[in-house]
């Protein structure tokens, strides 16, 4: 299947502008105005991609700051009226079992926890490793270096299972931030909010099965995708 890598920027003009507010709000100091701010990037990254009323998401995108996207998609982004042309290459990377490669991943990354009744429910990993951490919300500098420690050690396990399964083998894992977002459209109280986790990862990794570790990447790591998550950016090592 063939896939596109795209950049979509935001248009200079000013008719781009006068919406620049809504479309790239400031962002907030809390979790609320931060997923508003998601939304508003996903239904701006739609209009590239919306060329009927039927299509359902088949696209992955991140944000790169300054009114500017990477997508990965199924299909050509179509022109837009609020983007500049897409920037666009085929994306068929030509991979061998062995091959070093450096990495870039923006992910919420969950896994299964049992529950009292036997069933599963997913849970952010590292929400779920700062669960027990006394003091964690405790604003003093230490206890953010030790949130960033664990936030660190789940990230790198989850990308150790990630690659034991999708074929590939983590070498080097770095979280270089961890975010909590709220999902949009939340309305009340904030204390209670539905709420996701977003780790930004960069590292190295080796391929050991080119077609599944392609194939994965094609169709995006972790959940929230929707949000600008799951996207992974690679570069020859």
């Given at each position: 299947?063939?896939?596109?890598?795209?950049?979509?920027?935001?248009?200079?003009?000013?008719?781009?502008?006068?919406?620049?507010?809504?479309?790239?709000?400031?962002?907030?100091?809390?979790?609320?105005?931060?997923?508003?701010?998601?939304?508003?990037?996903?239904?701006?990254?739609?209009?590239?991609?919306?060329?009927?009323?039927?299509?359902?998401?088949?696209?992955?995108?991140?944000?790169?700051?300054?009114?500017?996207?990477?997508?990965?998609?199924?299909?050509?982004?179509?022109?837009?009226?609020?983007?500049?042309?897409?920037?666009?290459?085929?994306?068929?990377?030509?991979?061998?079992?062995?091959?070093?490669?450096?990495?870039?991943?923006?992910?919420?990354?969950?896994?299964?926890?049992?529950?009292?009744?036997?069933?599963?429910?997913?849970?952010?990993?590292?929400?779920?490793?700062?669960?027990?951490?006394?003091?964690?919300?405790?604003?003093?500098?230490s206890r953010a270096a030790a949130r960033l420690m664990l936030a660190e050690q789940a990230g790198t396990k989850w990308m150790a299972r990630q690659g034991?399964?999708?074929?590939?083998?983590?070498?080097?894992?770095?979280?270089?931030?961890?975010?909590?977002?709220?999902?949009?459209?939340?309305?009340?109280?904030?204390?209670?909010?539905?709420?996701?986790?977003?780790?930004?990862?960069?590292?190295?990794?080796?391929?050991?099965?080119?077609?599944?570790?392609?194939?994965?990447?094609?169709?995006?790591?972790?959940?929230?995708?929707?949000?600008?998550?799951?996207?992974?950016l690679i570069r020859r090592a």
């Amino acid at each position: 299947m063939m896939l596109y890598l795209s950049r979509l920027t935001l248009r200079n003009d000013p008719q781009s502008r006068a919406l620049s507010g809504l479309i790239d709000p400031p962002e907030r100091a809390h979790a609320q105005g931060r997923g508003q701010v998601l939304d508003a990037h996903h239904r701006l990254i739609w209009s590239a991609f919306a060329d009927s009323s039927n299509r359902t998401r088949d696209f992955l995108w991140r944000s790169e700051g300054g009114g500017r996207f990477m997508t990965l998609s199924k299909r050509a982004p179509c022109e837009s009226p609020l983007l500049e042309t897409p920037e666009m290459l085929p994306f068929a990377p030509s991979l061998a079992a062995g091959d070093r490669l450096g990495f870039a991943l923006r992910v919420n990354a969950t896994k299964d926890r049992s529950r009292v009744d036997g069933r599963n429910r997913r849970v952010d990993i590292v929400m779920d490793a700062l669960h027990d951490m006394p003091g964690r919300d405790d604003p003093d500098r230490s206890r953010a270096a030790a949130r960033l420690m664990l936030a660190e050690q789940a990230g790198t396990k989850w990308m150790a299972r990630q690659g034991a399964v999708h074929g590939f083998a983590p070498l080097e894992t770095t979280v270089e931030d961890y975010r909590v977002m709220a999902l949009p459209g939340h309305r009340g109280r904030r204390k209670g909010q539905p709420q996701f986790g977003i780790l930004d990862l960069t590292g190295i990794l080796r391929v050991s099965d080119p077609a599944t570790f392609i194939a994965r990447l094609g169709d995006g790591f972790g959940r929230a995708k929707a949000f600008g998550c799951g996207l992974m950016l690679i570069r020859r090592a």
